[in-house]
């Protein structure tokens, strides 16, 4: 690993992509969003009319197709995907697809690429544990479950999205698990990982901490 790679993980809702994001624009790093490669995976599949639990076919599907990711914009077989992956029907089957070891493996060489090119803020699940495990800065970010549904809820109303607070709950509680108890790089506290709470911090302020904690690691070394 020749350059940079700071990991940010954590369970949907900590704000993990919107504070990468903005840790990766202070820094001058490139920002790669893990979880769209697993939507865009999910999405091929789906549009393949593949079955989404059966992992040989996952797998197989997955290798033949195409995701790019291009200044934030996400494209599969060179169709922009971007918003289609947001979809609540999206982040189901992405949890359900990212269980499958053949997807994870396809997948972990897309991610592991990356690094080649220029230093990274990379955000997902196992970025820490599995995909970068010796990255320069490991970050775990965390937060209530009801908090992340509040959040989770008022950005899907403020999308125009009816939806009730306890289906967003409901929902948020069912990818937890999934993400927890999955066989294949389950979501864990990566080893040497300095966790960051967000229950009770803003964006500005979980960006600050964080930015904070990667300038002291790297001073360091
Ligand atoms: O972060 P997200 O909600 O966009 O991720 C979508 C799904 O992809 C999520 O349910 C878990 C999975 N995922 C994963 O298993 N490993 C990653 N590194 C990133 C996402």
Known sequence: MKHVVVTIDGPAGTGKSTVARMVAQRLGYLYLDTGALYRAAALAVDGAGGDIDDNAECGRIV?????????????????????????????????????????????????????DQQSLVVEGRDTGSVVFPDASVKIYLDASATERARRRHEEMISK????SFDQVLTDVKNRDQRDISRQTAPLVVPEHAIVVDTTHLTVAGVVQKVVEVIQEKLADK
């Open 160 to 163: 125009g999205v009816a939806v």
């Open 63 to 115: 290798s033949e197709t195409t995701i790019e990711l291009k200044d934030n914009r996400v494209e599969v077989n060179g169709t922009d995907v971007t918003d289609e992956i947001r979809s609540s029907r999206v982040s189901t089957l992405s949890s359900r697809i990212a269980v499958h070891p053949s997807v994870r493996k396809v997948l972990l060489a897309v991610q592991r690429a990356f690094s």
